[in-house]
T-cell receptor, first 115, second 116 residues
Framework: AQTVTQSQPEMSVQEAETVTLSCTYD???????LFWYKQPPSRQMILVIR??????QNATENRFSVNFQKAAKSFSLKISDSQLGDAAMYFC????????????FGTGTSLTVIP | KAGVTQTPRYLIKTRGQQVTLSCSPI?????VSWYQQTPGQGLQFLFE???????NKGNFPGRFSGRQFSNSRSEMNVSTLELGDSALYLC???????????????FGPGTRLLVL
């Protein structure tokens, strides 16, 4: 089974600054999808950004961008101009392109935004 | 479109009882997946249903079962509850397309189950 590792249980960032959350994964597949989800204290999981492994260009969504290094099996999330509303648990997730909708999640990184 | 809804939101049961959780996917979505979230184990995949058939299954005991109805609504059942089943149960829906087509799961708010 694929494994997803988030080595930073907790991170903090000053408001308006930039923070990068790390994620690595282990797979023997060549085609797959990667996601970052955000889970605020209210508990609703929200999609932040997604990346197809066959695309070399890094995905970007407003203040959120990823650094996808396929050879290194690394998928980090950069949050620019951090806002108080960014405070949440962030989960990295892997989905195979072949096995339907089975997602593998990392253990999460708790992000604190300091005013 | 309305989002994924789950009922009930909170549930308290005692050991040995059984429980049924419900999930209504986003309109038009045919795939429903269930996850168990605990502080110790994180998010773990239970199973996925697509067009009323179980398409994927995680490594959970047979006490955990599910089904999907023709309108794509799904239920998850846990029999003979154990203390360790206390968790947040999340449901996620997606269109259900497979293969080299982008897929994204959209999550519901979850059902928090406490087993005493």
């Amino acid at each position: 089974a694929q494994t997803v590792t988030q080595s930073q249980p907790e991170m903090s960032v000053q408001e308006a600054e930039t923070v990068t959350l790390s994620c690595t994964y282990d797979t023997s597949e060549s085609d797959y999808y990667l996601f970052w989800y955000k889970q605020p204290p209210s508990r609703q999981m929200i999609l932040v950004i997604r990346q197809e492994a066959y695309k070399q260009q890094n995905a970007t969504e407003n203040r959120f961008s990823v650094n996808f290094q396929k050879a290194a099996k690394s998928f980090s999330l950069k949050i620019s101009d951090s806002q108080l509303g960014d405070a949440a648990m962030y989960f990295c997730a892997y989905r195979s392109s072949n096995t339907g909708n089975q997602f593998y999640f990392g253990t999460g990184t708790s992000l604190t935004v300091i005013p | 479109k309305a989002g994924v809804t789950q009922t009930p939101r909170y549930l308290i049961k005692t050991r040995g009882q059984q429980v049924t959780l419900s999930c209504s996917p986003i309109s038009g979505h045919r795939s429903v997946s269930w996850y168990q979230q605990t502080p110790g184990q994180g998010l773990q995949f239970l199973f996925e249903y697509f067009s009323e058939t179980q398409r994927n299954k995680g490594n959970f005991p047979g006490r955990f079962s599910g089904r999907q109805f023709s309108n794509s609504r799904s239920e998850m059942n846990v029999s003979t509850l154990e203390l360790g089943d206390s968790a947040l149960y999340l449901c996620a829906s997606s269109p259900g397309l497979v293969g080299p087509i982008q897929e994204t799961q959209y999550f519901g708010p979850g059902t928090r189950l406490l087993v005493l």
